[in-house]
C-alpha cells in the first residue's frame, strides 16, 4: 500500500471570465484512503470543482493540499492524480496495452518493467481477452476498465473519478457499481468521485459532499445525509421526502414545533424564536397504515396503484403527504385512514 | 407514368451533358493516349514520360516540387491551424477569412503575387534595398519562385481543412495525456497529432494531386522550368503531339483521382 | 528543468515567427497590388512619380470584353448549375434505393470533375470538339461540368443533413408532385446552402483558368486568361491594375460566402 494522502481544500473559489461564481468557498477535507462522493444536480459545479483539483482547471483563489503541500500552481501534469473520464478519453490510435502504459512511458521506465506492470494490471482488470484491440472494438464497461488500469498505471497520490458510470446503461451500471466500489476500499487510495446518481454516491461514499449552485451544502456520512438533512437542498435532493410546514412555539417553558397533526421539542441547535415557521421534512418510508387509535387521521387524496404498492397521497391536518401502503387493501378518493408516524424521524429545518 | 417521366426529367440533362461532354472526350483522351504510328496500340506514350530525358526531367521537377512543396505545406499550415484553433482573441474571424482568402484565386493570380513579392521590381527587392542598399530575393521566375507560389495557394486550404478537425478534437484526449503525466507538447505529439494523422494525410494528398496538376501558375512564372503540365501543354500546341499530350492528362488525372479517393476513404474511416 | 524552460520559449518565439512572416507573406502582395495599380510608375518605390488611374483606362481599353464575357459565362454557369445541380441532388437522396450501386456509381461520376486536372478536362475538350471552340460554348460547358460537382455536393449535404426524406413523403402525402414539391417546398428550405453553393459556383467560376486556357480564342477570352496575357506581356502596373479589378469581384464575394457559411452552421 502506497502512502495515502489527505486532500484539503481550503476556500477555493472560481469564477469565469464572464461573471459566472461556479465555486464559492469550498472546504473540504478528504481524510487518508477515504472516498468522498461529490453529488449534486448537473451545473452544481461538482465536476469543476473535480477539475480544479485534478489540475484541468485554474482556481480564482484558494489552496489545495495533498499532504502538507500545496499544489494549486503544480501544472497538471506533475500532480500525479489518476482523473477517470466519463466518457473515459481512451487513446483512439492505441490499443489496450499502449494505453496502459502510456503514462509509465513518460516515465521512462525500462521497457520491460512498463510490460510488466501493464500485464499485471490487464490480470487485475480482467482484460486478458482485450489486451491488443482498440478502443472502439470495446464495450463501454470494457472501456471504463480500461481507463481505470490507465490511471493506475501511474500509481497515482489521489483518484478523481468524473462520473465514470454515468455513460453505461442501467444494468451494467448497478453491477459496476458494487465492482468499483469494492475495488476503490481494496485499493485504499483517497479517491474523490463526482456523480449527480445518489444510488452511487450512497453505495460508494464514505462521506458525501452534497453540492448546490457551486457551494457544499453538507458533508456527511450518507447515512447521516439522508435521515438527518442539514438544508431543504439536501432533504428534498436525496430520496423521497415529505415537505410540510410547521411553526415553532413554547410550551411550558420549551420550544416546540406544532407541525398540525404533532407537537414535539425541538432538538435543533438553530436559533428559532416562538411563533418563526419551520419546514419539516418525513420520509415516506417512516409513515405506515395503522388503524390502531395512536395514528394520525387523514383523508385520502389520490392512490396510484403501482404493483407492489399503492403511492397514497393523504391530507393530514391541512397539509398533503406521500407515502406507500401496502397492495393488499384498496382505497377510495375520500376515504378516511390513520397513519402513523414516527415523530422521531421527523426532520426539521 | 408521368411522374416516372419527370423524375427522368431531373436527371436526364445532366446525365446528357457528362455523357456528352465529359465521358465521352476523356474517353477519346484516354484512346488517343494509347495511339501510336499510323494508328497502332502502344504504351509507348506513357513510357516516354520515363525514357525521354526531358519528360522524365519535367516528371522529376513535379513530383520533387510536389513533395516539397506538400511537406511544407503540412508543418507551416498545421503549426498556423493549431494555434488559431486553441486562441480566441480579437478578430480572429476577420484573420481567417484574411488569410483563407487566397483559395478563391486562380493560380495565375498567384503567380503575379509571387512576381509582386519577388520580381525584379518587387516588394522584397524593394524592403532589402532600402536596408542593405542591395535588392535581394528576385528569384520570382525561378524554381524557388514557383516553390512559393505553391505554398500561397496550398497553404490557405489546408491551414482551413486541419483547422476544422483540431476545433473538433476532442479535448479530452489532451486532458486524460496530461493527468497522466505529459506536459502540452508531448500531450500534441504523442496524442493529437496521431489521432489527426488521417486528416493530416488526406490534406497532404489533396495539396499534393492540386500541385501536380497546376498550371496556370506555372505557365505564368517559368521560363525554362519545366513540369509536366506546361509540358502537356507545349506538347499539345506547338509540336502537336497528341497522343503524347493525352497520355501526360491521363496519367496526372489517374494520380490526382487516386489521391481524392485516398483522401475520401481515410476521412471517412473518422 | 530549466533546460525544458529556454526550448519550450525559443520554440514559441519561432512559432510566433513562422505565422506572422505566412501571414504577411499571404496579405502583402495583395495590398501592394491594389495599391501599386494607382502609381504612375513601379521603379525603385512605388509612388516616386504619382499617382494615376491610366493603367485602369488601358486595362478596360484592351481587355474590357473580357470583363463582359466572363461575367456571362460565369451567370450562366451558376444558373446552369443551381438548376441542375439541385434537381439532380434532389432526384438521387430521395431515391428509395439509396444504396443500390447505380446510384452511387453515377454519383461518383457526376463529383469526378472535381478531382480531375482542369488541364486534362481542357485538353479532352478541346480535341473532342473544336468546331466549338469558337462559339465559346465549349468555354461555357467546361465550366458547367468542373463547377457541377459543388453544387451537387452542397444540396446533397443541405438535403441529408435534416433528414429531407420525411419532408418530401409528407409533402407527396398533401397531394404535392415531384415538381410542386421541388419548386416549392425543397429549394424554399435549403435555400441558404443553394445560396452559398450557388456563391461558391462563381467564384470558381470566375476565376477558372486550366481549362479555359485550352478552349479560348483571341475573340473570346476571360478574365483570368486576360489577366494572364497582361502578366505575361505588359508592365507590371497594368498587371496588378487587372488584378485589383479581379479582386473587386472576389473580395466581396468571399465576404459574403462567409457571412452565409456562418448563417448555415447556426
Known amino acids: 500500500m502506497q502512502d495515502q494522502v489527505e486532500v484539503r481544500i481550503e476556500h477555493i473559489n472560481k469564477v469565469y471570465p464572464d461573471g459566472t461564481n461556479a465555486l464559492k468557498d469550498i472546504n473540504l477535507v478528504v481524510n487518508r484512503g477515504e472516498i468522498v462522493v461529490l453529488l449534486g444536480p448537473s451545473g452544481c459545479g461538482k465536476s469543476t470543482l473535480l477539475r480544479t483539483i485534478g489540475g484541468l482547471e485554474k482556481k480564482t483563489s484558494g489552496d489545495i493540499y495533498f499532504n502538507e503541500t500545496e499544489i494549486s500552481s503544480t501544472p497538471v501534469e506533475k500532480r500525479n492524480v489518476g482523473f477517470v473520464f466519463q466518457n473515459y478519453a481512451l487513446f483512439p490510435t492505441m490499443t489496450v496495452r ?100 445518489q444510488m452511487e454516491a450512497m453505495a460508494l461514499a464514505d462521506r458525501i459532499a452534497v453540492m448546490h449552485n457551486g457551494v457544499i451544502e453538507q458533508v ?67 409513515m405506515t397504515l395503522s388503524d390502531a387509535a395512536d395514528g394520525v387521521p387523514a383523508t385520502v387524496e389520490q392512490n396510484v396503484f403501482m404493483g407492489g404498492y399503492y403511492h397514497i397521497g393523504a391530507k393530514i391536518a391541512d397539509q398533503t403527504v406521500y407515502f406507500q401502503a401496502p397492495n393488499t387493501r384498496r382505497f377510495e378518493p375520500g376515504d378516511s385512514i390513520r397513519i402513523r408516524i414516527d415523530n422521531e424521524k421527523l426532520i426539521v429545518i | 407514368m408521368k411522374k416516372k417521366l419527370i423524375n427522368l426529367l431531373f436527371v436526364l440533362p445532366i446525365v446528357v451533358l457528362f455523357a456528352l461532354f465529359f465521358l465521352l ?160 507538447q508531448q500531450a500534441i505529439f504523442r496524442v493529437v497529432i496521431p489521432t489527426l494523422a488521417p486528416v493530416f494525410i488526406s490534406a497532404s494528398a489533396l495539396a499534393f494531386c492540386t500541385n501536380m496538376s497546376a498550371f496556370g501558375t506555372a505557365f505564368t512564372l517559368a521560363n525554362q522550368f519545366e513540369i509536366i503540365p506546361i509540358l502537356m501543354y507545349t506538347e499539345y500546341t506547338n509540336n502537336f503531339n497528341i497522343s503524347v499530350a493525352s497520355a501526360m492528362a491521363i496519367f496526372i488525372g489517374v494520380v490526382c483521382v487516386v489521391l481524392n479517393m485516398v483522401a475520401r476513404v481515410l476521412l471517412e474511416r473518422e | 528543468m530549466k533546460h525544458y524552460n529556454i526550448m519550450g520559449k525559443i520554440l514559441k518565439i519561432l512559432v510566433y515567427a513562422l505565422i506572422v512572416a505566412t501571414t504577411l507573406f499571404l496579405i502583402v502582395p495583395i495590398i501592394f497590388t491594389i495599391l501599386g495599380s494607382f502609381s504612375a510608375y513601379w521603379g525603385k518605390t512605388m509612388f516616386s512619380r504619382g499617382l494615376t488611374l491610366q493603367w485602369y483606362e488601358y486595362v478596360f481599353y484592351y481587355y474590357g470584353h473580357t470583363i463582359g464575357l466572363t461575367l456571362e459565362i460565369t451567370c450562366a454557369t451558376v444558373l446552369i448549375n443551381v438548376l441542375l445541380g439541385s434537381m439532380t441532388a434532389y432526384r438521387l437522396t430521395m431515391t428509395p434505393n439509396r444504396n443500390s450501386k447505380w446510384i452511387k456509381l453515377l454519383e461518383e461520376i457526376l463529383t469526378l470533375p472535381a478531382a480531375i486536372p482542369g488541364i486534362a478536362i481542357g485538353l479532352a475538350l478541346a480535341q473532342a470538339y473544336p468546331d466549338l471552340r469558337r462559339s465559346g460554348v465549349l468555354i461555357l460547358i467546361g465550366h458547367v461540368i468542373f463547377t457541377f460537382p459543388l453544387m451537387f455536393r452542397a444540396v446533397t449535404g443541405a438535403l441529408r443533413a435534416k433528414d429531407f426524406k420525411s419532408i418530401d413523403e409528407c409533402a407527396s402525402t398533401l397531394g404535392a408532385g415531384p415538381l410542386r414539391k421541388f419548386f416549392l417546398v425543397i429549394m424554399p428550405a435549403i435555400r441558404v446552402s443553394v445560396l452559398s453553393g450557388a456563391v461558391n459556383t462563381f467564384m470558381l467560376s470566375l476565376g477558372e483558368f486550366n481549362i479555359t486556357f485550352f478552349l479560348y480564342t483571341p475573340f473570346i477570352m476571360t478574365l483570368p486568361v486576360g489577366m494572364y496575357e497582361s502578366y505575361a506581356s505588359l508592365r507590371i502596373e497594368v498587371g496588378s491594375a487587372f488584378t485589383t479589378l479581379f479582386l473587386a469581384f472576389a473580395i466581396p464575394l468571399t465576404y459574403l460566402m462567409n457571412r452565409l457559411n456562418r448563417t448555415k452552421t447556426k
Do not use: C
Request: hydrophobic share 45%.
Open chain 2, 25 to 184: 472526350p476523356m474517353g477519346l483522351l484516354a484512346m488517343r493516349s494509347f495511339g501510336g504510328e499510323e494508328g497502332s496500340f502502344t504504351f509507348g506514350n506513357y513510357t516516354s514520360i520515363i525514357t525521354n530525358a526531358r519528360y522524365f526531367k519535367a516528371l522529376w521537377n513535379s513530383l520533387w516540387l510536389s513533395v516539397t512543396v506538400t511537406l511544407a505545406t503540412l508543418v507551416i499550415s498545421g503549426v498556423i491551424a493549431f494555434f488559431l484553433a486553441r486562441r480566441e482573441f480579437k478578430g480572429k474571424n476577420l484573420y481567417m477569412t484574411l488569410i483563407t482568402f487566397p483559395v478563391s484565386l486562380p493560380g495565375v493570380v498567384v503567380g503575379f503575387m509571387i512576381i509582386i513579392l519577388f520580381g525584379t521590381t518587387g516588394v522584397i527587392p524593394m524592403i532589402t534595398r532600402m536596408i542593405f542598399g542591395k535588392g535581394y530575393g528576385t528569384f520570382a521566375y525561378t524554381i524557388t519562385g514557383i516553390f512559393f507560389a505553391y505554398l500561397y495557394f496550398s497553404i490557405p486550404k489546408t491551414v482551413m481543412t486541419i483547422y476544422g478537425s483540431v476545433v473538433e478534437f476532442d479535448v479530452r484526449l489532451e486532458e486524460a495525456a496530461r493527468t497522466v503525466g505529459a506536459n502540452e
Open chain 1, 220 to 286: 456527511d456520512t450518507p447515512q447521516a445525509i439522508y435521515s438527518a438533512p442539514a438544508t431543504e437542498f439536501v432533504a428534498q435532493f436525496i430520496g423521497q421526502i415529505n415537505k410540510m410546514k410547521g411553526v415553532a412555539v413554547q410550551q411550558d417553558g420549551q420550544l416546540m414545533i406544532d407541525a398540525g397533526f404533532t407537537r414535539l421539542p425541538y432538538t435543533g441547535g438553530r436559533e428559532i424564536k416562538a411563533g418563526q415557521e419551520v419546514t419539516v421534512f418525513l420520509r415516506p418510508e417512516d
Open chain 1, 98 to 197: 499502449q494505453n496502459i502504459g502510456f503514462g509509465l512511458k513518460l516515465r521512462h521506465m525500462e521497457k520491460s518493467q512498463v510490460a510488466a506492470k501493464v500485464e499485471s494490471l490487464i490480470k487485475m482488470m480482467n482484460l486478458e481477452p482485450y489486451a491488443d484491440k482498440k478502443p472502439s472494438q470495446l464495450s463501454g464497461g470494457q472501456q471504463q476498465r480500461v481507463a481505470i488500469a490507465r490511471v493506475l498505471a501511474i500509481e497515482p497520490k489521489v483518484l478523481l473519478l468524473d462520473e465514470p458510470l454515468t455513460a453505461l446503461d442501467a444494468k451494467l451500471k448497478e453491477h459496476l457499481r458494487i465492482e468499483l466500489a469494492q475495488m476503490l476500499r481494496r485499493l485504499g487510495i483517497t479517491a474523490i468521485y463526482v456523480t449527480h446518481d
